[in-house]
């Protein structure tokens, strides 16, 4: 069965610093994977996914992501955080089953102060 | 472009009444649909899944159900709600084939049972 790893919590960062916000998977056969935000009270919203190619994810407001086969990581990163971009943030994987279901990671909150 | 919507937006419901919380999903055909439920603790629970008409897959027993009697209408209900249904309901979407692999999701049903 797949899962995923979100091991922080909570990531606190000061704005106009870098983010990282981590995650791990597991899943047999090749890695479909996702990362959503949520704001209070919202639906939640898709960023970026890694299907195949560069390991290197483009997303939306700036966000990117890693893809690290080698140590099964697929870690959210923004070069400058933004305050605006406090938010609970989940990493996903995309199930084998063949229905297109996702296996989400429990969230990881980020807090950017001032 | 497609949009989902999700109504009512809020609920407060007796324990023991029943539920009917609906989901359409507008600007696509034969979409792949999703209920989930986030408790207070953040995480996401895949209630049911369906990939057509009439066709319903429940990832976890409990006293829920889910009926899907359009191409783009999906409803999640229950006879008799317990308090341990309050929760943060979410409906979800996602494309057939040509590379669509992430869901899309509605803004959601605050659901308090007292």
């Known amino acids: 069965a797949q899962s995923v790893a979100q091991p922080e919590d909570q990531v606190n960062v000061a704005e106009g610093n870098p983010l990282t916000v981590k995650c791990t998977y597991s899943?047999?056969?090749?890695?479909?994977l996702f990362w959503y935000v949520q704001y209070p009270n919202r639906g939640l919203q898709f960023l970026l996914k890694?299907?195949?190619?560069?390991?290197l994810v483009k997303g939306s407001y700036g966000f990117e992501a890693e893809f690290n086969k080698s140590q099964t990581s697929f870690h959210l990163k923004k070069p400058s955080a933004l305050v605006s971009d406090s938010a609970l943030y989940f990493c996903a994987v995309r199930d084998s089953s063949g229905y297109s279901t996702l296996t989400f990671g429990k969230g990881t909150m980020l807090l950017v102060s001032p | 472009s497609q949009t989902i919507h999700q109504w009512p937006a809020t609920l407060v419901q007796p324990v023991g009444s029943p539920l009917s919380l609906e989901c359409t999903v507008e600007g696509t055909s034969n979409p792949n649909l999703y209920w989930y439920r986030q408790a207070a603790g953040r995480g996401l629970q895949l209630l049911f899944y369906?990939?057509?008409?009439?066709?319903i897959s429940s990832e976890v027993p409990q006293n829920l159900s889910a009926s899907r009697p359009q191409d783009r209408q999906f409803i999640l209900s229950s006879k008799k709600l317990l308090l341990s249904d309050s929760g943060f309901y979410l409906c979800?979407?996602?494309?057939?084939?040509?590379?669509?692999?992430?869901?899309?999701f509605g803004p959601g049903t605050r659901l308090t049972v007292t």
């Open positions: 899943v047999s056969g090749n890695p479909y």
């Open positions: 890694y299907i195949t190619g560069d390991n």
């Open positions: 979800a979407w996602t494309g057939r084939g040509g590379g669509t692999y992430e869901q899309y």
């Open positions: 369906s990939v057509g008409i009439g066709q």
